[in-house]
């Protein structure tokens, strides 16, 4: 399951949704999203934008 340090849900009303730390799973009716605040769930979605920050190797 993918993790996002930052994760947009866009619905079809140009709605926005944003979460942070969370791991989400995209689904054929839409996307699942596990956070400190519980789990949610989205069926009215257009895009999402989730973004991973990650250390430079050596």
């Known amino acids: 399951m993918p993790h996002a ?3 947009t849900v866009v619905h079809h009303d140009d709605t926005r949704t944003r979460y ?14 596990w956070s400190d605040e519980g789990e949610h769930a989205f069926e ?3 895009m999402t934008h989730a973004y991973r920050q990650r250390e430079a190797r050596d």
Request: charged letters at 30%; proline letters at 0%; hydrophobic letters at 40%.
């Open 5 to 7: 340090d930052t994760l």
């Open 20 to 33: 942070t730390d969370v791991r989400y799973q995209l689904v054929r009716g839409g996307i699942r999203i």
């Open 44 to 46: 009215d979605i257009l």
